[in-house]
């Protein structure tokens, strides 16, 4: 492997992007909710819930770089860039 193919695998991550619907998790439950990203920075990232905003308002969180992938913490959902659907199958409404 040369150094640039090193380099170029070592920077494909998944990252969070812009209106994309990214499904978050609880550690107690079983159930996926689906979150749009609103807005991005470099180290932090605002989502907020697909189905009912009006309950799960837009939040900041920090962006975590979890060696393939980058991981948030919305209102305690765990939410990861790989985990992620170009539209919202409306299934939790």
Known sequence: MTTATAT????????FEV???Y???LACSHGHFPVICTKRTAKCVWFEHAIR???YPAARCKIH???????????RWYISS????????M???
């Open 65 to 75: 770089d979890c060696g393939e992938v980058e991981v948030a913490n919305f209102r």
């Open 91 to 93: 299934q939790f409404a």
């Open 19 to 21: 209106g994309q619907t």
């Open 23 to 25: 499904y978050g998790s």
């Open 8 to 15: 170029a695998t070592a920077t494909a991550i998944a990252r």
């Open 53 to 55: 905003p009006e309950h």
């Open 82 to 89: 790989s985990q992620y659907d170009t539209s919202c199958d």
